[in-house]
Nanobody, 120 residues
Framework: VQLQASGGGLVQAGGSLRLSCAAS????????MAWYRQTPGKQRELVAT???????NYAGSVKGRFTISRDNVERQVYLQMNSLKPEDTAVYYC???????????????WGQGTLVTVSS
């Protein structure tokens, strides 16, 4: 099982970016999916989560600006980021709670990270 994140880049403050994360491999079921971010010297922080039924939750710092969504058929999770601020600059990671085919338990998988840089 692998998660592949994409969509990061350089954007000016006030701009928008859309991150994507695709899950691949022998997957029986994907439960919660999420986006996290991390800056140097700081712990990874949760940005947004979405359940398999589409219930979402956001960190206070991004609520109203970021939108998480998912496509269960394509096994992808997205993060639409609007009104970006310099403090949103970070490496963004996707994560997902996945049951691999043939296993009775789930494991948490991480994508490789994609850098978002917001210039002032």
């Amino acid at each position: 099982v692998q998660l592949q994140a994409s969509g990061g880049g350089l954007v000016q403050a006030g701009g928008s970016l859309r991150l994507s994360c695709a899950a691949s491999g022998s997957i029986a079921k994907i439960e919660d999916m999420a986006w996290y971010r991390q800056t140097p010297g700081k712990q990874r922080e949760l940005v947004a989560t979405i359940t398999s039924s589409g219930i979402t939750n956001y960190a206070g710092s991004v609520k109203g600006r970021f939108t998480i969504s998912r496509d269960n058929v394509e096994r992808q999770v997205y993060l639409q980021m609007n009104s970006l601020k310099p403090e949103d600059t970070a490496v963004y990671y996707c994560g997902a709670d996945i049951q691999q085919t043939g296993l009775a338990f789930r494991l948490y998988y991480w994508g490789q990270g994609t850098l978002v840089t917001v210039s002032s």
